[in-house]
Nanobody, 124 residues
Framework: QVQLVESGGGLVQAGGSLRLSCVAS????????MGWYRQAPGEERESVAA???????DYADSVKGRFTISRDNAKNTVYLQMNSLKPEDTAVYYC??????????????????WGRGTQVTVSS
C-alpha cells in the first residue's frame, strides 16, 4: 500500500522558517499532482500549495510570496519551504498526492493519498 509520511514540522518563532518534506512509498507507478493542505483547530482544511507533474505551482493568497512548493520525482518527495512564518500559519500540515496505482483498459488508474500530518506551531 501507498504511504505518505510528512516531516519537518515543529515550533518556530514568528519570522522563522521551516521546510516540510513528504515522502511517498509503496506501490507507485507514477505521481501526478502533489500538494500541501493545513487545518487549524476549529477550522476547515484549506489548500496551501499545489504542484503538478509538469512543475506548475499554485498557492493560497495567504502564503503567496512566503511559501515555495517543489518536488523531487526521483525521490517521490514533495517539499514546502515556509519562510516569514506567522502565528496564523499554525496548523497541522498534510501532504497529498495523486498516485497512479495500475493500468486498465489503456488508462491509468489513480487515487489520492494523504499523509497523517505534521504539526507546525508559530509563536508570536
Amino acid at each position: 500500500q501507498v504511504q505518505l509520511v510528512e516531516s519537518g514540522g515543529g515550533l518556530v518563532q514568528a519570522g522563522g522558517s521551516l521546510r516540510l518534506s513528504c515522502v511517498a512509498s509503496g506501490r507507485i507507478l507514477g505521481i501526478r499532482d502533489m500538494g500541501w493542505y493545513r487545518q487549524a483547530p476549529g477550522e476547515e482544511r484549506e489548500s496551501v500549495a499545489a504542484i503538478t507533474s509538469g512543475a506548475s505551482t499554485d498557492y493560497a493568497d495567504s502564503v503567496k510570496g512566503r511559501f515555495t512548493i517543489s518536488r523531487d520525482n526521483a525521490k517521490n518527495t514533495v517539499y514546502l519551504q515556509m519562510n516569514s512564518l506567522k502565528p496564523e500559519d499554525t496548523a497541522v500540515y498534510y501532504c497529498n498526492a495523486e498516485i497512479i496505482r495500475s493500468y486498465s483498459g489503456g488508462r491509468a488508474n489513480s487515487n489520492t493519498f494523504w499523509g497523517r500530518g505534521t504539526q507546525v506551531t508559530v509563536s508570536s
